[in-house]
């Protein structure tokens, strides 16, 4: 019996493109070893079932559920049926605030937990595969209708029976309420470091990108996502870092330089923080890396 394909991550896959929008529609990979993206992931399963690691829980889904979580904490498809098939799409932060989701959802979705829900319909499985195709068309004003129509699929979420995994939150506090200002500065500000994380650049900078003050442009971004800035400029240069990994010429310390890091220690201990071992150790212990 063929062996069962696996996932890779690279250069052009989601760790790869961390500011990009990506939308899917085929059978899902086995992955070998967590990974993590600076996207939030929308997964509609279509046929069969999959079953998920979580970075602090397993969940199991059969055809018509949908999940949504933070792809920033490390996760792993380790099973699936051998019929399985999945759409959805990995969606940037600022797509993710455009979201009119309760505010407790969001919060416990950017601080580990996920939403499943299982009312879902036939029509899901249409327009799952028509938003793909529309993302695909090479239209730029198709592929705007298919990702607005998504999202506002998404927002639906908050009207039918849903669940959030784990069902209590440990150790979080509540997010608290924000102004729809508030949401357009955190979007501004996402989209500056996207467009600049692979530079040097700090709070001053990201919030003037956003003409808020540096002290105010922390604390609703902390409040928001559950992360500093720092840690979120951290998430993008590890997952891209975390596909240039995969190549097998990959040179760790021009990882660490062409990734956005200042020094190999400060890459070092930042990817050892999120991957539990060292860049090195990820490289080597990649598929065909030896």
Sequence with gaps: MPERPFYQPGASSVEGLPMALQMFHNHPLVMLKPHWHAQVEVNFIVRGSVHYRMNEHEISLTAGDMCLFWGGLPHQMDDLSDDAIYAGAHLPLVHFFRLHLPTDIRHRLMTGATLVTSATDPADHHNFERWNRYFRSGDPAITEHGVNELLLRLERVRFEPYRLVPETAIGQETGGPFDQQSLRNV?????????????????????????????????????????????YMNLLRLSYAQALLMHEDANVLRVAMDSGFGSLSAFNKSFRKLAGMSPSDFRRGAVGVR
């Design 187 to 231: 979007g501004r500000m996402c989209d500056f470091i996207a467009e600049n994380f692979l530079y040097e650049i700090d709070c001053v900078d990201i919030a003037a990108a956003a003409d808020i003050h540096p002290k105010y442009a922390m604390s609703i971004f902390k409040k928001s996502t559950g992360m500093t800035l720092n840690e």
